[in-house]
């Protein structure tokens, strides 16, 4: 017997009709001996009305209110869940995060959990219930109702994972796990088996929208194993765990698009201590979400900076660092976008070395020109122009024989 | 300064733009100089859509996760009130009914309230909150989600009311008060000032549809007096309280009407000790909600039995009682809808003779035939053709006066 979570996602739960195959799959679990622990999320589309309305009685509603606004959501799931498995003839109990023992910051729509008390998940358990758990939400010491932010649920199970030292903890989603590259970009793209903490955490801050990372940090600072597999099929999904030896074998584990990109430059900054300084104190006080950064070596006293954002960010961007040119003797700020990032994350690149030359001839071969790279550890980016994007991925899955 | 109690029903808090109006005068009250703590219901058409949804997942939900479904209203409200009053730049708080200090009996969907711990609502108070409680909903004294069935919210403002000692509760609902009369019957129906618990209570019980007997019967236990008004207008409502002097020079109150009602008739039942023990515990058995019960003196050793119910219940009524009939050796059942109540209410009958002689004369001056009567200490009920209600009503009022 087996302790395993399981979590849904808002599309696994989206209507009465799919909440009642996530039962059947729920009950199946617990009919081959194990017990079973459901962490979901709202249904699809009920955070964004929920949003919406509040945005009707209020420009600028207060996180309190919105935590307590949004946790119904989950709490619409859990009930309609337990009942579920109740009409199949089965025993089942709701949770909402607060009566599951999640405890957490007070920082309101982005909480973190400070800890998890779950005995009464485990009462619940010896009880012979499947313990229907509210993702995405908890309370504070003192009894307020917190959401955790984008990723929560994920985060709720991986963390009631921890606290109740499951056996596995798997997270359903509407795709079948995590892929070399985007099927619909490569159609040779395959499903990765297994993949290593530090990759996950790589393809999903380059673009592979299978999990926030924040859930993977999570996951890896208290050793949880989990898979990410879908709520549509019985197909196995990718097993995200600590790196293995037999991990490194492999040097790129796999491409990560990101498209709607786009590229600030601060022309002829003048080579002095404190101006990078200066520009980057402007873009986090305007709340700016910055990806690349890239200084070329100074020539002449002067040197250009360029970073990448997303497109939406590119007119706050422009506004919030127009004065700050002016400002730090800059001759010009330049805004492009079109353009996307392609990223190779393997931890193999550690030990073998010609993996970024490799990168760059794939491309070359292609004509695609590079305009900005990238590197760390574990994975290796490009900026390129954003109708070339398909190409270049194809070619680069090719170069590495991830289709293989 | 007074500590004030405002309940707003879900027709108040329809839509975002009602729940801004609310916002209004809750902010208008507390700029008078009061406390205030409003409790709110479920949106209108929230609650159904709800139970709707669980329908979908399964045929006979749980009542325990139905509550915990249903919650979800009334929190929905509670947050959306409380930052349509941010956004107006006042302070305000949500309290779910747990957080409130509400707790319940077990019973789930009927719990009842046992105890209210209102240290929480005090202590927002005094932050110079205004507070929002939801209404409907308390917890277990274990942590399990409740609902306090039909006209919760009402029961939760008047014992939220009792609890913190409030000076004044406010009932706000979509109509002005109470009636003499429905003014769709009886255009001449005046607004009623003042009226007892226990008129309130036959009123209530007798097809007034502005408050569940519940509530008024729980403000009578902890002489909590209320206010019923409109939310969309600045009109006095009807203040309920415990009988005074002067409200007994009042012979009748006013006139409740019911429409939809049904009659059932065994005719012929034998009259021996245990005979209408016996219907009547096939009837409670059944879950029939009757409402009048009439029985002639036996003439010949038999007897009718007949009684009223809702036409809704007459199909069922009718199919649990055929056996029983013949049981009892009764020699008929005879089933009859399309009739109406009319009762008239006050505490000045019980000084005053000649009521019902006024009342019957009344109608029979108009031609109305009396099919049933029943009476009790400060109400006389009459049945009558349906067809001829809005007339008998008309007849009635006029002769007690309470139009002028």
New interface residues.
Partial sequence: MALIVQKYGGTSVGN??R??NV?RRVIATQAEGHQVVVVVSAMSGVTDS?IK??R???????E???D??L??GE??T???????I??LGHKA??L?GA?AGIVTSEVHTKAKISTITPERVHEELAGGNIVIVAGFQGETAD???TTLGRGGSDLTAIAIASAIKADLCQIFTDVDGVYTCDPRLVPSAKKIGEISYDEMLEMASSGSKVMQSRSVEFAKKFGVIFEVRSSFNQNPGTIVKEETDSMEAVVVRGVSIEKNQAKLTIANVPDKPGTAARIFTTVAAAGLIIDMIVQNVSVAGTTDISFTMSKDELEKAKAALAPIVIEVGASALHAQDGIAKLSIVGIGMRSHSGVAAKLFEALSAGGINIQMISTSEIKTAVIIEEGRIGEAAVLVHEAFGLGQ
Same sequence: chains 1, 2.
């Fill in positions: 009465p009709e909440i009642l039962a929920l309305l509040s009707e009685v209020s420009p600028n509603p207060s309190r209110e919105m307590v606004l946790a119904t709490q619409t859990i009930a309609l869940t337990a009942m579920a109740h009409g109990v709701s909402t009566q009894g307020s109702i």
